[in-house]
């Protein structure tokens, strides 16, 4: 700003004003200097926040928070104040939470029955008689042992991730079901319908076979705009890695599920060149050359996910921990956000009652998240609400999607937060 003093007729002389913050003037101001926007006179302003130019998601698999992240500091963990923390099993006893020894524990009743039983309209009461006593059971970073390579892992590494990153104990699934549920809302922000929960994906190659062997439904093909036809539309790379999904191609399907390859439900990227399979050789190679995608999901089969009764869960956290360790050795750390994530509580014990969002199938019980990354919160803990389409809606914004123009997604999309609380990057709403 400037003041013009008129001191004779033909003679105008400038004169500088003092400036506030925020109100600096131009290059042409009496001394040269160009204009200041913030804390004139004092240190310089701050850097704008860096970008992530690189997002892996690694997913993990049935666990619920309180079951991994119960006794946690500072979490909202489990309460012996909860109404729901004594409940009543199907033989009449009263079972409390204590602490899981077993590293191979039991699968659990899993799908929307039992989410719903257990749930009992947000009371979250009836897992012990839902889903018997293991379901009050919990892990905490006591919990160590032999992994199958002989080596030594613990609850301890998923602890200290999230000591020395972020974690998030407000985020829930998208769906009170097991997949491809979830997934189908982290990718699309849609289920397509109560039917499509827990089928099979209609271009995959193993979907007759598992059908034939474990019964279910085959999905009708998707048609909706997914998350990879975005980013595909705007030329950045990205692929869904999942473990053995060669042998979804050749169709042997040995330790292969295909409900958990959601790509495959969708006409636009079924068996496309950005579905592949996961090995963490290829992984490290394509770390090592630079050609990683911008956007990678990672898929591992129930070995390496910590599933319940697919053997050792500390097997899941080398795995995760091998992952992790190959991408900060990489030169790609620097600007790549790791988000680890359970697709489903598993059938354990949660005490939170998840929100509940009308005409759709959610939101279901608390999962882990961790954001690890030099781009996410050193040691924070989020109890900001979030679901899977946080995921979804961090890429749209990252990558300058936009939101679906389909209004039933994009309305779905507006119903969650985003995972912006988790980081120190450049975050926010979805934007083109």
């Not at 524990?105 to 799908?111: C, E, V």
């Not at 990227?269 to 090995?279: K, L």
Request: charged content about 10%; aromatic content about 10%; hydrophobic content about 35%.
């Amino acid at each position: 700003m400037r003041l013009y003093v008129k001191l004779a007729p033909i003679l105008v002389i400038s004169l500088s004003l003092l400036f506030i913050p925020g109100c600096g003037g131009g290059p042409n101001m009496v001394g040269g200097g160009g204009g200041c926007t913030s804390n004139c006179g004092g240190d310089p302003p701050p850097p704008p926040p860096a970008a992530i130019s690189h997002l892996i998601v690694v997913l993990m698999q049935n666990h619920s928070f309180d079951n991994l992240f119960g006794t946690y500091p500072g979490a909202t963990g489990l309460d012996p104040n909860a109404a729901s923390y004594k409940q009543i099993d199907l033989a009449g006893n009263t079972v409390s939470p204590t602490l899981l020894t077993d590293l191979s524990p039991a699968d659990l009743n899993h799908d929307r029955t039992s989410y719903i039983a257990a749930w009992d309209s947000g009371k979250m009461d009836k897992y012990a008689y839902t889903n018997g006593d293991l379901s009050m059971q919990y892990y905490d970073n006591t919990t160590s042992g032999l992994t199958t390579d002989n080596k030594t892992y613990g609850i301890s590494t998923l602890w200290s991730y999230a000591q020395n990153y972020a974690l998030a104990d407000n985020f829930f699934a998208s769906a009170m079901n097991n997949e491809p549920s979830n997934y189908l809302y982290m990718v699309a922000a849609t289920i397509d319908g109560d039917h499509t929960s827990g089928s099979f994906p209609y271009y995959d190659n193993c979907s007759a076979i598992e059908q034939s062997q474990s019964g279910g439904s085959i999905a009708v093909p998707l048609t909706e705009t997914n998350v990879g036809d975005q980013l595909s539309s705007k030329n950045v790379t990205w692929g869904w890695y999942q473990e053995n999904f060669n042998a979804s191609q050749d169709s042997t399907c040995k330790d292969y599920v295909p409900q958990e390859n959601v790509f495959q439900y969708f006409t636009s990227t079924a068996n496309g060149s950005h579905v592949q399979t996961f090995t963490m050789s290829g992984f490290k190679t394509s770390l090592g050359d630079g050609s990683l995608p911008s956007v990678v999901f990672i898929q591992g089969d129930g070995l390496h996910t910590m599933h319940p009764g697919a053997g050792n869960i500390l097997d899941g956290v080398e795995w995760l921990d091998n992952i992790v360790q190959a991408v900060k050795s990489s030169s790609m750390w620097s600007n790549t956000a790791i988000v680890v994530l359970w697709d489903e509580s598993g059938g354990w014990y949660d005490h939170v009652a998840p929100p509940q969002i009308t005409n759709t199938q959610g939101l279901g019980a608390r999962v882990p998240v961790i954001v690890i990354s030099p781009l996410a919160k050193t040691g924070y803990i989020s109890h900001q609400q979030m679901d899977f389409v946080s995921i979804l809606r961090f890429i749209q914004y990252n990558w300058k999607l936009g939101e679906f123009s389909a209004s039933d997604q994009a309305a779905r999309e507006q119903q969650s937060g985003d995972l912006c609380d988790l980081l120190t990057a450049a975050c926010g709403p979805p934007t083109q």
